[in-house]
């Protein structure tokens, strides 16, 4: 089934140096890709078979090669995806991997003449900067819509189990996940997720994967087929002044552990429920989440440097790194 032309909107919006958006967008235009994503049915009637369009979104062409970015829960559960070129090509995509714990997927397409888009360094935005979201909201077509860095950093907000976010207030509504967020310059920042709303539309509150974690986790999932992450077996809790006092405890930081996983890399170091973890490879400033991506941004059968305190005595110990199991993200 093929869908119809894709066409590309976008007004001549200046920024308030007299610089207008339009060079970036028209950079960007033919490196951002439209998706369909259909699933088979069959009749309860007579059994027969057919194709149903259950999802749209956006995506990002990063190679000449064929490679697409763009988000794990516009392509789940779909048996054909269809991407759509801003040139009106349109064909099928391969699925070479998923991503569930930060929303992202991989796919590739089998043409000549891509244009893959240029990348930018996510690291270097600072908040305020400007910012366009390109994508395919509500399937009406590529649009592109202006707005700047609202937040760096975005974690807690209960959309996936690793969350870096950048958000942003520019518009995205349904059908820009996996869409592009580019810098002024036309280069690639950000790969839209997820908007905040209780509407279902755009509020000025929408969220993206930073381009620097997106193609780290593009890479392992084309070498490995999957993302590859450390673990060490055991869960957290960050400690407070009034969790301190509470749990009469001796000091007013660091992270308590709650529980650890028997025979697991934490286990197998010394490290028992109840210590708090005052250090982690030196940081002494590490936030639950904080602890979680450290972690499992390790590759398995590194050691890493712990200090805590059990009791009322300070301790050092050394943790070999492991492979994080399937089913275990939420754990450290």
Same mark, same amino acid.
């Given at each position: 089934?093929?869908?119809?032309?894709?066409?590309?909107?976008?007004?001549?919006?200046?920024?308030?140096?007299?610089?207008?958006?339009?060079?970036?967008?028209?950079?960007?235009?033919?490196?951002?890709?439209?998706?369909?994503?259909?699933?088979?049915?069959?009749?309860?009637?007579?059994?027969?078979?057919?194709?149903?369009?259950?999802?749209?979104?956006?995506?990002?062409?990063?190679?000449?090669?064929?490679?697409?970015?763009?988000?794990?829960?516009?392509?789940?559960?779909?048996?054909?995806?269809?991407?759509?070129?801003?040139?009106?090509?349109?064909?099928?995509?391969? *699925?070479?991997?998923?991503?569930?714990?930060?929303?992202?997927?991989?796919?590739?397409?089998?043409?000549?003449?891509?244009?893959?888009?240029?990348?930018?360094?996510?690291?270097?935005?600072?908040?305020?900067?400007? *910012?366009?979201? !390109?994508?395919?909201?509500?399937?009406?077509?590529?649009?592109?819509?202006?707005?700047?860095?609202?937040?760096?950093?975005?974690?807690?907000?209960?959309?996936?189990? =690793?969350?870096?976010?950048?958000?942003?207030?520019?518009?995205?509504?349904?059908?820009?996940?996996?869409?592009?967020?580019?810098?002024?310059?036309?280069?690639?920042?950000?790969?839209?997720?997820?908007? =905040?709303?209780?509407?279902?539309?755009?509020?000025?509150?929408?969220?993206?994967?930073?381009?620097?974690?997106?193609?780290?986790?593009?890479?392992?999932?084309?070498?490995?087929?999957?993302?590859?992450?450390? =673990?060490?077996?055991?869960?957290?809790?960050?400690?407070?002044?009034?969790?301190?006092?509470?749990?009469?405890?001796?000091?007013?930081?660091?992270?308590?552990?709650?529980?650890?996983?028997?025979?697991?890399?934490?286990?197998?170091?010394? !490290?028992?429920?109840?210590?708090?973890?005052?250090?982690?490879?030196?940081?002494?400033?590490?936030?639950?989440?904080?602890?979680?991506?450290?972690?499992?941004?390790?590759?398995?059968?590194?050691?890493?440097?712990?200090?805590?305190?059990?009791?009322?005595?300070?301790?050092?110990?050394?943790?070999?790194?492991?492979?994080?199991?399937?089913?275990?993200?939420?754990?450290?």
């Amino acid at each position: 089934m093929w869908l119809g032309t894709a066409f590309l909107f976008w007004q001549h919006y200046k920024n308030e140096s007299g610089q207008s958006f339009a060079s970036a967008a028209a950079k960007t235009a033919n490196s951002v890709v439209n998706i369909y994503t259909f699933t088979n049915q069959t009749s309860p009637f007579n059994h027969s078979s057919s194709q149903k369009i259950t999802n749209l979104g956006s995506g990002v062409i990063i190679s000449e090669e064929g490679y697409v970015l763009t988000n794990h829960h516009v392509i789940q559960g779909a048996s054909t995806v269809i991407v759509s070129l801003n040139d009106q090509r349109q064909t099928r995509a391969q *699925i070479i991997g998923t991503d569930p714990a930060t929303d992202l997927a991989v796919l590739k397409v089998n043409l000549d003449n891509l244009s893959p888009i240029s990348l930018g360094d996510s690291d270097q935005l600072m908040v305020g900067d400007q *910012i366009l979201a !390109i994508g395919n909201p509500f399937g009406i077509g590529q649009t592109v819509t202006a707005g700047i860095i609202s937040a760096k950093g975005r974690d807690s907000i209960g959309l996936n189990t =690793y969350e870096n976010f950048l958000q942003t207030d520019a518009a995205i509504n349904p059908g820009n996940s996996g869409g592009a967020l580019v810098d002024l310059t036309g280069k690639l920042v950000g790969i839209s997720s997820a908007i =905040y709303s209780s509407s279902g539309g755009s509020q000025g509150i929408g969220f993206a994967t930073p381009i620097n974690d997106a193609i780290s986790i593009m890479r392992s999932i084309i070498k490995n087929g999957s993302v590859i992450r450390g =673990y060490l077996g055991l869960q957290v809790q960050e400690n407070n002044p009034q969790v301190a006092l509470a749990l009469n405890l001796p000091i007013e930081r660091g992270l308590i552990v709650t529980s650890i996983v028997p025979l697991g890399p934490a286990d197998k170091a010394g !490290i028992r429920a109840g210590d708090i973890l005052t250090s982690i490879e030196k940081r002494t400033d590490l936030s639950a989440h904080d602890a979680q991506q450290l972690v499992s941004n390790l590759k398995p059968g590194e050691s890493i440097s712990i200090m805590g305190i059990r009791g009322t005595q300070s301790f050092i110990t050394q943790a070999l790194v492991e492979k994080l199991p399937a089913m275990q993200a939420v754990e450290q």
